[in-house]
């Protein structure tokens, strides 16, 4: 059985504005102004009752947002890396750091300059021995095992 409510074109919608979001494609110019257009089309401008009346997107424009080019690719450990200049892009929403002290005590922070202060070490010092591309895994480090974990899971797009 298919739905063809207005919720459910509302729920369509919202998962290719979502897409492009999570693939930065909403940061070109011509994406952002589609997803604007496709916006004042859903919820409340869907109804009967509304007056203001929109253009909806054509096939092909619903298509331009779908298959834009990603601007960013997710890591293992939760860092955007854009996809253009290798450059990578760290935000505090996108991983936590896991902590495991000696004595056990098991820590997520949100922060790499809070790992920093709990394990008593600088940045240079921290990536030395704690190689980039190994982020995703348990390292351990003056007694302290730390890791950073991805909190956005890109297979839950798929």
């Not at 947002?65 to 990578?88: M, W």
């Amino acid at each position: 059985m298919k739905f063809h409510t207005k919720k459910y074109q509302d729920f369509l919608d919202f998962m290719l504005i979502s897409e492009a979001v999570y693939k930065g494609t909403h940061k070109i110019e011509e994406i952002k102004a589609l997803i604007l257009r496709l916006s004042y089309t859903m919820n409340s401008y869907r109804l009967s009752s509304n007056k203001r009346r929109e253009q909806l997107l054509s096939p092909e424009e619903r298509d331009m947002i779908q298959n834009a080019l990603p601007i960013f690719e997710r890591l293992i450990d939760g860092r955007l890396r854009e996809v253009g200049t290798e450059k990578v892009v760290i935000h505090i929403s996108q991983c936590v750091y896991e902590i495991i002290k000696p004595n056990g005590e098991v820590l997520i922070l949100d922060s790499l300059k809070e790992v920093l202060k709990i394990i008593g070490v600088g940045y240079r010092t921290l990536m030395r021995h704690i190689p980039e591309e190994s982020w995703g895994i348990l390292n351990e480090f003056k007694g302290y095992k730390v890791r950073r974990v991805s909190v956005f899971n890109a297979r839950s797009l798929t």
